[in-house]
């Protein structure tokens, strides 16, 4: 009777397992159900994004990406990533880097389209050494210097084991390069050299943002053309020669007018028209206030003075800049294979590249648009903005006033006298004087 119940459960058991185990059921169990559901997630980078943008953009006019267009127009792109996070301090500047690093990436690709160096070059080597046996004509008798080593060689053991060393430890010492019956080496070596003048060189499209996982990406878009190139040598020559000319757009309204928002998406330069038709180029400049909590003011200031010189030296590197890029790619592979059955493996790629701008001087008269603050929206952080523009009438101006300035100029000095802080101020009102029948 206890033999025909034990069988009877375990037939039942039997079955229960059987169900539990249909294919059927187990597909529709939470934990399957839940590895299913999982998928990967597409990451579109700020380039990405921007090489779709533009690609669409520039299709409605008949043109592409890196590629010599028929008005004789180039458009090129470069990236990099910030290397402080969104959220920490000192973001603002780190993305200033940024956008210089893509800048000059788009700017050396720019040059290759020109022609580059290319050095290569490359090789293997195969190596098969199959021994059998003892050679009779390589057994020699030790000399006292061998077995004198020797026994060096075991006292420095002992004296190691003695002082706490492992045994395998001291095996690994020990232990000789083995012989290998199979080798295989490669090697490559591929240099590339550009430099060049690059000039009337402007970013039409700019893309960033934050990917997640501390990666903030700054894409831009860089654009070479004829006309870009007759206002560098423009604004080289100090405003002699004929200015470009175009549709009539009053854009020094729309930056006066532009929500602070905006303008803090706005890096580098604008290249436009005037509401003459005549070209004229906007500078973009801002760095990141450190407050300590006292003295904002000064902090402000002080960042504002930076922001202008960000400004002024974005319209210098369009009207030129004498780049030089270098990039290396090295890439080794190693296979042993030994008497033993064992194998060894070893693979090394290493990438190099370096870009540099020379240092150049560059007379350049421009005049204030704008002074702004703001507030980066993935930060949070406050940021001092300043916007500066060349135009040809501007640099007429700046001549007249230069040679007068030269003529008549006046020294003149100011006596500063420091006092003693008593006790810190309070916040009052802002007091502006001045009549407009004065300006």
């Known amino acids: 009777m206890k ?23 187990l597909a529709a169990t939470p934990a399957v159900q839940e590895t299913q559901n999982v998928q990967t997630d597409e990451v579109s980078f700020p380039e990405d994004a921007l090489a779709k943008s533009m690609s669409a953009s520039l299709a409605k006019q008949g043109k592409a990406l890196g590629v010599i267009n028929s008005d004789g127009s180039i458009y090129v792109i470069g ?52 021994i059998e046996g003892e050679d009779p004509d390589c057994k020699q008798k030790a000399s006292m210097l061998d077995k004198a080593a020797k026994i060096a ?44 003048m690059v000039k009337g060189c402007a970013v039409v499209r700019l893309a960033e943002g934050e990917s997640g996982n501390n990666d903030y990406q700054v894409a831009v878009c860089l654009k070479y053309s004829p006309e870009f190139q ?45 509401e003459k038709g005549e070209m004229v180029v906007y500078g973009y400049g801002q760095q990141e206030v450190q407050e300590t909590g006292s003295r904002a003011s000064a902090a402000f200031s002080r960042a504002y003075s930076q922001a202008r010189l960000q400004a002024v030296n974005n319209i210098k590197n369009f009207v030129a800049e004498e780049m030089v890029a270098n990039e290396t790619m090295q890439s080794i592979e190693k296979l042993r294979e030994y008497a033993d059955g064992t194998n060894a493996y070893f693979s090394r790629n290493k990438w190099e590249q370096a870009v540099k701008s020379k240092e150049s001087t560059l007379n350049i008269a421009t005049e204030q648009v704008r002074q702004w603050k703001g507030v980066h929206p993935t930060s949070g952080t406050n940021i001092a903005g300043y916007v500066v523009a060349w135009t040809v009438d501007n640099a007429m101006q700046a001549n007249q006033l230069k040679q007068q300035l030269s003529n008549n100029g006046q020294s003149t000095t100011e006596k500063r006298s420091a006092e003693r802080q008593t006790q810190k101020t309070q916040k009052g009102v802002i007091t502006i004087t001045g009549e407009e029948e004065d300006l």
Do not use: C, H
């Not at 000192?90 to 290319?118: C, D, H, P, W």
């Open 3 to 25: 033999k025909s119940i034990v069988l009877a459960i375990t037939l039942f058991a039997g079955m229960s397992l059987a169900l539990a185990q249909n294919p059927a059921d």
């Open 79 to 130: 990236a990099a990533t910030t290397a402080r996070p969104s959220n920490m301090s000192g973001f603002i500047n780190s993305r200033n880097v940024a956008y210089s690093i893509a800048e000059m990436t788009a700017k050396m690709n720019l040059l290759r389209m020109a022609g580059e160096q290319i050095s290569s070059g490359r090789g293997f080597q195969l190596l098969e050494d199959i």
């Open 153 to 196: 060689d075991k006292s420095l053991d002992k004296a190691l084991s003695e002082l706490g060393v492992s045994d395998s430890e001291i095996r690994s010492m020990n232990e000789s390069k083995k012989k290998a019956v199979y080798e295989q080496n490669f090697n490559q070596t591929i240099r590339s050299l550009v430099a060049g």
């Open 230 to 274: 007759s206002l560098a040598s423009l604004i080289q020559g100090g405003g002699n020669g004929r200015i470009p000319m175009g549709s009539g757009k009053d854009s020094r309204t729309k930056v006066l007018t532009m929500p602070e928002k905006d303008l803090v998406m706005r890096l580098g330069v604008w290249i436009t028209y005037n």
